[in-house]
């Protein structure tokens, strides 16, 4: 009931918001071991990322960078936004958290009614994923169940379905999993045989393509990371138009193509 669908069987997306990466992203929190980024190359690869989305036809605000948080153009991590209601998170990472004050005053240009997930409720935005009216809420090193708790009552409250995930393996729940239009998802890893997935259309991608189940589909487009050739051809043959990013600088800081942004 809450959703104006496209042809192609999802959500439309009108506006996004994005943050510059600051000079101090190289310094951010990380658990891989692909080196420090190149931050000439971040601010390539983020207009890149501006420059897709434009031709998924969505209004971009773009906001100035912020040195005293090094991570915060990871902006998906800070709220969650329905047709109806935003949610401005309680982010789990101590440096972290603090982003959301900026992010507050953004999403009050764009929304009356905001709720909040309250300490000691935490929850990182990129736990929640969206499927038409159903949200799927992660458990992780970010998200406690308190938060988890508090979001579902929030969206229940509202009509919405909610499912909290418990994971296994993942940093975030969208690390391993993308909604796609017409009841299909992408899918890797802990996912691939979710109980709590089994009712979905699935394209699987391989343990090596991984990163690749982090992708956003904006519009009449699936904006994926470069160099996933797998993941490319199951996307093609699946009738999707695709957009490929490059996206090193990201991913040598945890983050991938739904973390830059906050769609609506
Ligand atoms: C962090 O550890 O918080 C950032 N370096 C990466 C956050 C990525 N966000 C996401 O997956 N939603």
Not at 28 to 42: A, F, I, Q, R
Not at 125 to 143: A, K, M, N, P, W
Not at 203 to 225: L, M, Q
């Amino acid at each position: 009931p809450h959703i104006l669908k496209s042809d192609g069987g999802i959500k439309m997306f009108k506006q996004v918001i994005v943050k510059k990466p600051s000079s101090s992203y190289v310094n951010g929190l990380t658990t891989s071991d692909l080196g420090k980024p190149d931050y000439e190359k971040v601010l390539v690869q983020h207009d890149n990322y501006i420059q897709a989305l434009k031709k998924c036809g969505v209004e971009v605000e773009y906001l100035l960078e912020s040195d005293e948080f090094p991570d915060s153009t990871f902006v998906e991590d800070t709220a969650v936004l329905t047709p109806e209601f935003a949610v401005i998170s309680n982010p789990g990472a101590e440096t972290r958290n603090k982003e959301i004050i900026e992010m507050e005053s953004v999403i009050k240009k764009y929304y009356d009614d905001i709720r909040y997930i309250k300490a000691p409720g935490t929850l990182d935005g990129g736990d929640v994923l969206q499927i038409d009216d159903h949200f799927y809420i992660g458990i992780s090193e970010r998200t406690n169940e308190e938060g988890a708790e508090q979001l579902k009552r929030i969206l229940e409250s509202a009509d919405y379905k909610a499912t909290i995930v418990p994971l296994k393996e993942f940093f975030h729940l969208k690390t391993g999993i993308a909604y796609l239009g017409n009841n299909q998802i992408i899918v890797a890893g802990e996912f691939v045989d979710h109980p709590d997935f089994d009712h979905y259309e699935k394209i699987i991608v391989t343990k090596e393509d991984e990163y690749s189940a982090n992708c956003i589909r904006v519009n009449d487009y699936v904006i994926i990371p470069k160099g996933y050739e797998e993941t490319k051809r199951k996307l093609n043959e699946a009738g999707y138009q695709i957009i490929e990013l490059e996206m090193s600088e990201f991913q040598k800081q945890d983050g991938g193509l739904s973390c830059l942004s906050l769609r609506f």
